[in-house]
């Protein structure tokens, strides 16, 4: 069964420092998705990720995809209280006839003024 | 415009009743979605049809019963409600089964 595990869970800092999230499979993903979710609405896609290796660049988040094509990594600096919200990691499953997407349990994160 | 729009926003109801959530796209994806994201944020499909036909559906209870009329409708009935069925249910659209366009969700309380 593949399974998207996210690190850490909860995340509170202050305005202005830097952090990274993790999101790591035991399986290869073709692609891998970074989605925010702000209180009170859906989930909105950020970046997706397709090459091993690959860093994708947004404004002040930085995405990469690991080599192995099994884990990624999103890192904000100087965080802001705008990025509040939840991070979800998605991929596509596997070893099916159909269009599955798979979500990771999300890092929760908190910037404070 | 709404890409993805769900109706109603909040749902409050007794157990035992049986109520309806709908959803619309107007991107013209062949593809939509019902999610359910229980209380720790853990977001888990329970359906989804590709133009009209149910393609995914997991082990959801068959008092969960999704329709979809036409390919921009995707409608969820769900009957005999239970406590554990509280929970915020987000519908979603994709044009080529990877990127998920969401809806604003419909957050579900069974009292």
């Known amino acids: 069964t593949q399974l998207l595990e996210q690190s850490p869970q909860f995340l509170s800092i202050q305005e202005g420092e830097n952090l990274t999230v993790y999101c790591n499979s035991s399986?290869?993903?073709?692609?891998l998705q970074w989605y925010r979710q702000e209180p009170g609405e859906g989930p909105v896609l950020l970046v997706t990720?397709?090459?091993?290796?690959e860093v994708k660049k947004l404004k002040r988040l930085t995405f990469q995809f690991g080599d192995a094509r099994k884990d990624s990594s999103l890192h904000i600096t100087a965080a802001q209280p705008g990025d509040t919200g939840l991070y979800l990691c998605?991929?596509?499953?596997?070893?099916?006839?159909?269009?599955?997407?798979?979500f990771g349990p999300g890092t929760s994160l908190s910037v404070i003024p | 415009d709404t890409a993805v729009s769900q109706t109603p926003k909040y749902l409050v109801t007794q157990m035992g009743n049986d109520k309806s959530i709908k959803c619309e796209q107007n991107l013209g994806h062949d593809t939509m979605y019902w999610y359910k994201q229980d209380s720790k944020k853990f977001l888990k499909i329970m359906f989804s049809y590709n133009n009209k036909e149910l393609i995914i559906n997991e082990t959801v209870p068959n008092r969960f019963s999704p329709k979809s009329p036409d390919k921009a409708h995707l409608n969820l009935h769900i009957n005999s409600l239970e406590l554990g069925d509280s929970a915020v249910y987000f519908c979603?659209?994709?044009?080529?089964?990877?990127?998920?366009?969401f809806g604003p969700g419909t957050r579900l309380t069974v009292l």
């Open positions: 979603a659209s994709s044009p080529l089964g990877d990127t998920q366009y």
């Open positions: 990720v397709v090459t091993g290796g």
């Open positions: 399986s290869v993903f073709s692609s």
């Open positions: 998605a991929g596509p499953a596997l070893k099916t006839s159909y269009d599955k997407v798979i």
